[in-house]
């Protein structure tokens, strides 16, 4: 009972079910790093400006590092009674120094503590998902550098649409990711605000210096309104919301995967290292990176509704509700780091196999499109090729087995008299890929260029942090 720092208030003790229930350390003392990171910083702060002696910063800031050692190496115990994280490290502080360890608390509050820890942690890990992101970006350009060639069937309602490069579809998730990384920039400008110092929701009539302990902890600067900086967790629904797109990304492509492995298709293969197997069906070699991605992609989402949830109904300033922001943000940040992580050797480690994917690209009308731009490059209105080109995909695959290009020139120009030798190279896959050389298109051409530039973003990005 005297354990707790508003004993003072307080003739009976907390129950024993409410204290469990209150509790936070099993999410929040993973942030012991960042708590004893701003302490330190605080103490130095209140020191320099006449708060409290030279001498009793000192000795907080080295019991505080004695105490982080200790936490590091597993000999330090946490008490549930002292609720979380930040109560337990300022308790045994006291406990090991004495009166200076009492000081600490001064023109502070668990609010703004809890809020600057948060944003220290939300910093790191996002620093830490964007450098994985950049990993991600290196092994989707080497499988693309090593795939201009191969030419996939490009889909649109799952079905055969047009040829396209295989790098080009590959690029396609670059572009994602290169922007997902843009999201991370631009959603840590607001995370990186020093809430330190705002005290409960009020300010502080202490002479602190806030710029000071924002500086020393890399933030950008203090949050200009002590309300809003111990209160609002608007960076948190961002994180998780960045981390909601980037698991979006990977798993539509992890939906690729599994779809490309399947036994239908056999676009590709996986290495036995990320797969598992059947204990029952011997011959079972199963996508389940991909299919865990996809999986956890819901649990992100949900994380991030949590924290919408949690937020729309709370007054100003804080309330505990928000103790129960940590769960879901750690666990989106995690689970977003380590499925950018696995999925990068799955791009690493996926190989197309040619002979299915020439195969299909031969069957089918996957270049019809290629016979209406023919005709329309022949001067004949588009709609009308249009028209005309699904005639011939109707005559043609009325008769089984028949593709395009098994058409004699004859039979094209029952149809139309523009129809000339050179419509059969037209039909080829690759001549389709080659001639769609519009700016961001998938002739090789762009393609190569494409990829030069994809390099020179991601070393740019490299840079940036
Ligand atoms: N464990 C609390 C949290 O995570 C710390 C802040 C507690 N503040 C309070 N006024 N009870 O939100």
Request: aromatic share 6%; proline share 4%; net charge negative.
């Amino acid at each position: 009972m005297a354990d707790k720092p508003w004993s003072g208030r307080f003739t009976k003790a907390t129950d024993a079910l409410v204290e469990v229930f209150s509790a936070s350390l099993d999410v929040d003392a993973r942030l012991y790093r960042e708590d004893i990171e701003a302490s330190a910083s605080h103490a130095r702060m209140l020191a320099s400006q006449g708060l409290i002696s030279q001498d009793e910063a000192q000795a907080i800031v080295e019991g505080l590092e004695a105490i982080g050692r200790d936490i590091e190496s597993g000999v330090f115990t946490f008490d549930i009674a002292l609720e979380d994280v930040h109560m337990n490290i300022e308790t045994e502080l006291t406990r090991r120094i004495g009166e200076a360890g009492k000081k600490l608390h001064t023109a502070r509050s668990r609010n703004d503590q809890v809020a600057t820890d948060v944003r220290l942690a939300v910093r790191n890990a996002l620093g830490g998902i964007a450098s994985e992101l950049r990993g991600f970006m290196g092994a989707v350009l080497d499988k693309a550098d090593a795939h201009v060639d191969t030419i996939v069937p490009g889909m649109t309602h799952l079905q055969h649409a047009q040829p396209v490069s295989l790098a080009h579809h590959l690029l396609a998730y670059f572009e994602m990711a290169l922007r997902d990384c843009g999201r991370i920039a631009d959603c840590l400008k607001r995370v990186n605000v020093s809430p330190l110092g705002s005290a409960a929701l009020a300010g502080t009539p202490h002479p602190i210096d806030r710029e000071t302990t924002a500086r020393e902890l890399g933030f950008t600067g203090p949050a200009r309104n002590s309300m809003d900086a111990v209160s609002d967790r608007d960076f948190a629904c961002e994180a998780a919301f960045v981390c909601s797109l980037v698991m979006m990304h990977l798993s539509r492509l992890c939906e690729e995967v599994i779809i490309w492995n399947s036994q239908p298709f056999s676009f590709i293969t996986l290495p036995d290292s990320l797969c598992t197997g059947s204990s029952i069906m011997p011959q079972k070699k199963n996508p389940d990176v991909a299919e865990l991605v996809r999986g956890k992609t819901g649990g992100v989402y949900g994380s991030l509704m949590s924290l919408l949830v949690m937020m729309k109904g709370l007054p100003l300033a804080y309330n505990r509700d928000m103790q129960e922001d940590k769960k879901p943000l750690f666990e989106a940040l995690e689970t977003t780091g380590s499925c950018v992580r696995v999925m990068t050797l799955l791009v690493a480690g996926m190989e197309p196999r040619k002979d299915a994917i020439d195969a299909s690209l031969q069957d089918g009308f996957i270049t019809a499109t290629d016979l209406a731009d023919y005709l329309t490059a022949r001067g004949m209105p588009f709609r009308e090729a249009h028209r005309v080109t699904g005639e011939i995909v109707a005559v043609v695959a009325g008769r089984r087995g028949k593709r395009l290009k098994d058409l004699s020139l004859e039979e094209l120009r029952a149809f139309s008299p523009l129809f000339e030798e050179d419509i059969f190279s037209a039909l080829e896959p690759e001549s389709s890929v080659d001639r769609r050389t519009s700016f961001g298109g998938t002739a090789r051409r762009n393609v190569r260029a494409a990829l030069q530039e994809a390099r020179v973003l991601l070393d740019a990005l490299g840079h940036e942090t």
